[in-house]
């Protein structure tokens, strides 16, 4: 059973930093891209940052920018999101999800995705 767990969110001031994981289980970590979405409410899921595991290629969000960092520990099956500079506006549900880098298409297409995790909650006041 392939399993995804968010963890690492938090309540933070403006300027305030976390570290969100995603521990992976159950599937081949190097076959896979992850990425990592927010969904704020009464908004649209939006695709924050990716990861490639095959070739380690990223990509960010305009919004996240200069202040978010994706990386991955291949050897513990874990991506990393490290949010720095933190505004009101990240405020959101945070998800990793994985996709199997089987086909083409852009890491914000949410229909890639194959596996997604439960969430976690980041909210930061100003």
């Known amino acids: 059973e392939v399993q995804l767990v968010e963890s690492g969110g938090g309540s933070v001031q403006a300027g305030g930093s976390l570290r969100l994981s995603c521990a992976a289980s159950?599937?081949?970590?190097?076959?896979?891209?992850i990425g990592w979405f927010r969904q704020a409410p009464g908004k649209e899921r939006e695709a924050v940052s990716y990861?490639?595991?095959?070739?380690?290629?990223?990509y960010y969000a305009d919004s996240v920018k200069g202040r978010f960092t994706i990386s991955s520990d291949n050897a513990k099956n874990t991506v990393y999101l490290q949010m720095n500079s933190l505004k009101p506006e990240d405020t959101a549900v945070y998800y990793c999800a994985a996709e199997p880098q089987t086909r083409p298409g852009l890491y914000s297409d949410h229909d890639l995705y194959e596996y997604w995790g439960q969430g976690t909650q980041v909210t930061v006041s100003s």
């Open positions: 159950g599937l081949t970590f190097d076959d896979y891209g």
């Open positions: 990861i490639s595991e095959s070739d380690g290629t990223t």
